[in-house]
């Protein structure tokens, strides 16, 4: 364990390194308790000064076996080597060789960080930190090297060697039963995208051929057996290399590139140079096996790691502040990917959503902090929604600002200029100011200040003058470390929509024109006046989400029901459907917890009739508007004092409400989309999946019997996992028989298939009653449940905290309490799960009173308990706010 006292790191304390590694060869003979590790780096001096410095290489629970300095043993006096750190106080002031010996264990590590087993497989995940588990190292991104690396292993155990780059050799070490493998990877790289594999696998390969002709060789590793649930993954590669090429100019640059697939993994995947490691969730997809869902999360998936090669591996990040600079962008580029290959307006709703219930709900807690944090306790806390989801909409924001054109010179600038280079988020930015001319002063702070901004927009027509004029505030509330803020810039799209339906031309005060309908909002308090406008409109704010604020508008409910049926933004028109429901439920929640009866709203039914009634619709938008806001949205707009079973009791509500109302068209909708066909997860056949199974849902919230049994006869007779997971997702929230039935078969069938059993797992978690929780705990002692698999702990019991707002916020506080347990337990061997498992407390605060004290209690108790690791003390000391 690592033994230095809890202090954090700073962004303003960043030195260059006073030592760099040029070339880095290893030999690694894999042993599943014993693996020996050599390492030989060749040294040189950084551009730090003149006195040459000590050399010290982090290491954490290394054992040093030996080391030579330019071929000569170093006298014991000469160095220090503990379990975290090795020290040469006086090294040779030139460039040298360091051979380093050591030994480890992957079968002990629980962690899954550096070398470990999963299965009977060999892995390694490195980032942020690991690389140090596995040698000595300046493990920091900064330090770029060339990796050589031989790894040996039993013939048997590891028929399959991999590691980056390309094979420069293979052969069998004489008279041992072992062979071995060398592989190089010409492009310098920091120790975080190192990567080792080892195992029995079987490979699907393919080829590409790059826009300038060169062929490259494409293969994903899988368990033996499900080769055929690759087709997916290996087509969506393909199209994301082209994509990259087309929209970015970025050419593939080894001779192959792989994938592997592991079952065992504590994120989704990881972009090493030329051998992504992937959690196989997001690998294995067959119709019979993977819903749409899974299918569009792996097309994301395989696409964002692909897409790091460029944005993250030839060009890093400088030191770990800068995580954005490579995961923002990369989360923008597989949006932008996404967006081209299905329908852009599901899948900017799609990522709104997201962000909204994961981003939105970080900034408004004690967990909040800036896209790039200037400090930090543990860096594996920081694979945030913030880090990439914010970071992805303020690359966002920066296209919207600049255009389209200016955009992608300031992309092909920062290629340019920053190729092999650790670069910051200032680099980045200077790239876009440079071609553009603009000043981006401001727009930094995105970058700096934590929190959702708020924008109150008021806009008023006068006839007299045919001027349209719209003021605007914004206001960012203080966050931990940030009591006050200065303004953003904030780029808003606008349109003022005429009674036809027509959007206005926008001609400024000045007589331009407004130029691609955007605003740049500058100041705590502006006014915007536009000219010549014939008749009163209705303005459609912030269309399509131009930036990531809440904003508040006069707008009647009249007036959203006309942006609903007639803004020509779809974005807008969802969103419109979305205030409407939203405005609705909180009135409902308050007059539920006031004794009273809920409303029932006309305007929203009378907006979901008309989006559904509209023929011209894409069916997938359509579905995402039946969609009601989800409860942490409700919680997330109430703000303060939340009743979890209010909500949930006001949702559910409704959901009956919407379902009754339009039954008749709900009905014919979901007979007329029940045609057979074949399976196919193109964008056509999840929209219409997605449409008949969002008309499903809501007549089953009727409970109306003919709705129930329509779901239980789905589940039956599907022929894809989707529509047998929807059909199963919609009757499990409810107790009725056809539930405990298609549980019991769905378990029967797919009891082999560990990704399958995980969504039985899910969906059990997520059952709003009061036996939820008992039956979690019942879970957890089940044969297929295991807390040494990461996929198995977030399938029931990061599903039980995160997906289930009524049942773990329940008022005796028994769900907080199996939580926290839980984080204890898993502590000591996978601090990484523990510490996201325990995020799920993050927005106690906002909770009513008696929720909000066992709440704090039951954290209270995690910060108590003796020997947290960094990971779990870092996350309840900022939730509680006592750091
Ligand atoms: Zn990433």
Redesign the pocket.
């Known amino acids: 364990m690592r033994t230095e006292e809890a202090r954090p790191i700073r962004l303003e304390d960043y030195r260059p390194p006073d030592w760099l590694v040029e070339t880095v060869e290893l030999d690694v003979a894999l042993d599943p308790t014993a693996t020996r590790v050599r390492a030989a780096l060749t040294l040189k001096p950084g551009s730090n000064g003149a006195a040459p410095a000590p050399l010290v290489l982090d290491g954490e629970g290394l054992i040093l076996k030996s080391l030579m300095l330019d071929g000569a043993a170093v006298p014991a006096e000469q160095y220090v080597a503990t379990s975290d750190r090795l020290t040469i106080a006086q090294p040779p002031p030139r460039a040298f060789r360091l051979e380093i010996e050591t030994e480890i264990d992957p079968s002990a590590n629980t962690q899954l960080l550096g070398l470990y087993r999963s299965g009977r497989i060999y892995c390694t995940q490195c980032e942020a930190e690991g690389f140090r588990r596995i040698t000595y190292f300046p493990d920091r991104p900064d330090v770029m090297a060339v990796y050589t690396t031989r790894i040996e292993a039993d013939k048997t155990d590891a028929p399959v060697l991999l590691a980056n780059g390309n094979l420069v050799e293979a052969g069998d070490v004489p008279g041992s039963g072992r062979h071995f493998a060398v592989w190089h990877d010409p492009f310098p790289k920091p120790s975080y995208l190192f990567a080792l594999v080892g195992g029995n696998l079987a490979c699907v390969e393919d080829r590409f051929r790059t826009m300038s002709g060169r062929d490259v060789t494409l293969r994903i590793y899988v368990e033996p057996g499900k080769e055929p649930r690759c087709v997916h993954a290996m087509d969506s590669l393909k199209r994301a290399m082209r994509w990259d090429e087309t929209a970015f100019g970025r050419e593939y640059d080894l001779d192959i590139f792989m994938i592997v697939a592991v079952s065992d993994f504590n994120m989704?995947?990881?972009?090493n140079k030329g051998l992504n490691v992937f959690n196989d969730k997001y690998v294995l997809a067959s119709p019979e096996t993977a819903t749409d869902n899974d299918y569009e999360r792996i097309e994301a998936i395989i696409a964002?790691?692909y897409?790091?090669n460029w944005t993250?591996n030839r060009i890093t990040c400088r030191d770990w502040f800068q995580l954005c600079l490579?995961?923002g962008l990369?989360?923008f580029r597989d949006q932008e990917f996404s967006a081209d290959e299905r329908s852009r307006a599901v899948e900017r709703i799609s990522d709104v959503r997201g962000l909204r219930a994961h981003q939105f709900v970080e900034d408004a807690g004690p967990l909040a902090h800036p896209v790039r944090p200037a400090l930090y306790h543990e860096i594996n806390n920081f694979y945030t929604a913030t880090v990439?989801e914010k970071g992805a909409e303020v690359v966002r924001m920066l296209k919207t600002l600049l255009g389209p054109d200016n955009f992608r010179k300031g992309m092909d600038l920062y290629f340019a200029r920053h190729d092999g280079e650790a670069a910051t988020v200032e680099q980045f930015v200077q790239c876009f100011a440079d071609v553009s001319g603009t000043e981006l002063a401001q727009f930094m702070r995105w970058y700096s200040q934590a929190g959702t901004p708020e924008v109150i927009a008021a806009g008023r027509y006068d006839a007299r003058t045919r001027t349209y004029r719209l003021e605007v505030v914004q206001s960012l509330p203080p966050t931990p470390g940030q009591p006050s803020k200065e303004p953003m810039v904030i780029p808003l799209a606008v349109g003022l929509v005429g009674r036809d339906g027509r959007d206005l031309p926008l001609t400024l005060a000045d007589g331009r024109p407004l130029a691609r309908g955007v605003l740049t909002v500058k100041q705590p308090s502006e006014t915007f006046e536009f000219a010549d406008i014939g008749e009163a409109p209705v303005p459609s704010l912030n269309r399509g989400f131009s930036a990531p604020i809440k904003l508040v508008a006069n707008l009647t409910a009249d007036d959203l029901r006309f942006l609903a049926a007639r803004d020509c933004d779809p974005f807008n028109r969802w969103q419109a459907v979305q205030t409407l429901a939203t405005r609705l439920l909180v009135d409902n929640v308050a007059a539920l917890r006031a004794g009273g009866a809920a409303h029932r709203d006309a305007g929203l039914l009378d907006a979901l009739a008309a989006i559904l009634d509209d023929g011209a619709l894409d069916p997938a938008f359509v579905a995402l508007a039946l969609t009601l806001p989800g409860e942490a949205d409700i919680a997330r707009e109430i703000g303060r004092d939340v009743d979890p079973d209010a909500v949930f009791a006001a949702r559910a509500a409704l959901r009956a409400v919407v379902g009754e109302h339009l039954a008749g068209a709900l009905f014919d909708h979901y007979r007329r989309l029940s045609e057979a066909r074949p399976y196919r997860p193109d964008a056509a056949g999840v929209a219409r999946r997605a449409l008949r199974n969002a008309c499903l849902d809501l007549l089953v919230a009727t409970r109306r019997p003919d709705a129930i049994s329509l779901a239980a006869r789905q589940y039956q007779v599907a022929d894809n996992m989707t529509d047998r997971a929807a059909a199963l997702a919609t009757l499990s929230l409810y107790d009725v028989p056809e539930r405990a039935a298609a549980l019991d078969d769905f378990y029967a069938r797919y009891r082999g298939d560990p990704l399958i059993v995980d969504k039985w797992f899910t969906l059990q978690a997520a059952i709003p009653e009061p036996a939820t929780l008992d039956r979690v705990k019942a879970l957890t002692a089940h044969s297929a449940f295991s807390f040494a698999n990461p996929n198995r702990v977030r399938s029931l019991i990061s599903a039980f905290a995160m997906a289930n707002q009524k049942e773990f916020n329940r008022a005796d506080g028994a769900g907080y309490d199996f939580v926290t347990e839980t984080v204890l337990a898993l502590d000591p061997k996978n601090p990484q799960l523990a510490a996201r498992l325990l995020s799920a407390l993050k927005s106690w605060r906002v909770l009513e009173p008696t929720r909000r004290a066992l709440a704090q209690a039951a954290l209270r108790r995690v910060a108590a308990a003796p020997a947290l690791s960094p990971d779990v003390r870092d996350i309840v000391a900022r939730t509680l706010g006592e750091d």
């Open positions: 989704g995947a990881m972009e964002h790691e897409f790091h993250g490579k995961e990369t989360v990439y």
